[in-house]
């Protein structure tokens, strides 16, 4: 017993420890930060003059705005105040690889000095560990935001009005600094202004007052030194409306850019825009003053960004990181939902829109304004919990199913959450996830050279082990059309639809085992990812003198080195391994392993045998392109065996809550009393 508890570590001890991991994490995320930043150092001063800092040469380069004597509105190409342009003036003397330079770094600086000031700003109580680590997760996240590698392309001024901001809010003491620094970030984007009603409304009137008195006196001596430039700005453009791109452009992420994408024009679409602007900025604007009286400034701040975001005539995209600062919002009652907020946000601010949301003309107003979508969520929607709330600091907790046990002692089982997953978030995961396959599979293209050698490395091992039926089946089938027409109808359709059904079903119906079979599928997909990339191979259809019918495609021109246009659309050699077989074959297993019923068993193992048979037959894969897919399927199994443990059974009705996890074998549960079966109804 005494060496027992000398083996234990006292509570110093374990403090000590607790440090020490979060220690390391600070450091790893703190070398992630600057690895990024390094890329985006490198992305920016690689690229080809000309080509990078574009808005910034436009302005002060040997030809730009700032150097003719005209207005610097003659054209549309400078879009900021005539405020920016005269701060900007003085940099016309710099040399351009000096400004180059100068200016990308010092925007680096800019967004570390953001992330700081964001994560000082995070609402109270805060934990050691969030003080900790919240400075480099801001910069990391700021660094991969669109904004940010936005303005660093184009060398924008946009970072500064947002750092001015969160400096007047949380940096600075005193309300006449504060507005003051506010009012100059107003000068710089003026739909800043309206932070004023945001400072008034929760008794910071000095601030406000300093706000707007700084701002009109900017603007008023920027209007003695350049008057036909301001009138020019603010009269005939109407505070800027109209400079920079065509508004219906896609960068332009606000009301007035979506009505005009929705082919809204003229009188009408203006009436409509100040009308949906006054109410997004009215409710919003309310919405921001609760959570400021709440104690969430950070927070209110967001939102009169996301608002700031809505009602400005152009958003471009490096005008759009307030909508990130949203992510601070806590959103949901149990501590499973409590990441589908900030991982949407994270999602939304740092992937291109085409990645999150489908290529169908039904979604493509989704997709063209998703930015705006989360700004408006965010000012309008979005339920944040209040400071006051229970949930606040303490979420219900998730539920776990008992931990696996396994032969493997070294194998890192990871606990098996016993409730259904937040159906946003799977969506969004399960999408990005996707996307991002389809990228790396379009990028591990080889030559065609390497891929037709490869292929006849396949076609030898099939003639050695007698293997080689693609050419006999594919012209056995071609002459019987009704087969021809199922096969290539089969190849076709079947690929999506039947793996997405076992994943909704399992969803709805088998929590648990969904959690399993997503877990399976998509280590499946990661190591066909190491096929497609270090063996490429051309299909049976692919090959020139082989004498393979192509049945989907037509009769393809071999004398083109990327076959007519195909490989526009996919790469033509991620055929090892076929991944068309491996996804079927999951499947068959997955229903054969979880179905209830044995009719349904053999129905589903029918499925990888029609894909089998459809994949040679339409000349698209090699028959051991099929071992291959079932290789890595066996792949996906083993490693969620390991990390994850035996599947554990589970009833076969899932409840709509999702509690429907149950312990593995031969383990008893022990009874639960009633006080435990009272505090599990008042969680639900």
Known sequence: M??????????????????????????VLWLIAGVLALRQIAVVLNTPRGERLTDLETWVGPAGVLHVTGSLYESTKFTGTPFSGLVLKPLTRMAEQALGWGWTFGTLLLVVALGLVAARALPQPVT????????????TLLMLSLPVRNTLYLGQTS????????????????????????????????TVLLFVPLLWFTGRKQAAASTGATFAGVTALTWAAMPHDSYTYWVYHLAGVGLGGRADDLANQSLHGALLRLGLEGPLEIALFFALAAAVAAFGMRRAIHYARDGQLLLAVAITGCVVVAVS?????????????????????????????????????????????PNMGVLHPLRDNVVLLAALAAALAVPFLSRTSEYYRAPIPTEYAPKAETRFSWAPLLRRVATRPNLLLELLLIRVTYAAYQRTRLEATGSRA????????????????????????????????????????????????????VLGIL???????????????????????????????????????????DTIHGVQDFSKPDYGRLTELTNQYAAMPSL??????????????????????????LHPTFTVLAIVATGNHWVLDAVGGAAVV????????????????APRKGRGAGHDAAPPRGREQPQPTSSQESAAVERR
């Not at 050691?128 to 910069?139: D, E």
């Not at 949380?170 to 506010?182: M, P, T, Y």
């Open 128 to 139: 050691r560990r969030s003080t900790l680590l919240a400075a480099p997760v801001a910069v």
């Open 634 to 649: 066996g792949g996906g199994f083993a490693l969620t065996y390991i990390l994850t443990g035996p599947r554990t059974t």
């Open 2 to 27: 005494a060496n027992a508890e000398q083996s234990r570590p006292s509570g110093a001890g374990r403090a000590g420890l607790v440090a020490a991991r979060l220690g390391t994490v600070r450091a």
């Open 450 to 501: 390497a891929a037709e050698e490869h292929a006849s490395q396949i076609l030898a091992a099939e003639k050695a082990l007698f293997i080689d039926i693609e050419h006999w089946f594919n012209h056995a089938v071609v002459q019987v059309d009704w087969l021809r027409t199922f096969f290539d109808f089969y190849y076709t359709s079947f690929h999506f639809v039947v793996p997405l059904s």
């Open 159 to 190: 970072i500064i009005p947002v750092l001015l901001v969160l400096a007047g809010c949380f940096a600075v003491r005193g309300e006449r600094i504060s507005g003051v620094l506010i009012g100059l970030a107003a000068a710089l984007q003026p």
């Open 507 to 549: 969803y709805w119906r088998r929590p648990a085992d969904y959690r399993w079979a997503r877990t399976t599928i998509g280590f499946t997909t990661v190591l066909a990812l190491f096929g497609f990339f270090f063996y490429p191979l051309a299909p049976p259809r692919l090959m020139p003198g082989l004498g393979i019918i």
């Open 313 to 357: 005539p152009t958003s471009w995209k490096h005008q759009l990181l307030w909508v990130l600062l949203a992510v601070v919002g806590r959103v949901g009652t149990r501590a499973s939902g409590r990441y589908v907020w900030p991982v949407a946000v994270v999602l939304v601010m740092t992937l291109p829109a085409k990645m999150m949301v």
């Open 580 to 605: 068309h077989f491996g996804w079927s074959l999951w499947c068959g297993l997955t229903i054969a392993i979880v179905a209830p019923r044995v009719w349904m068993k053999v129905l589903g193992l």
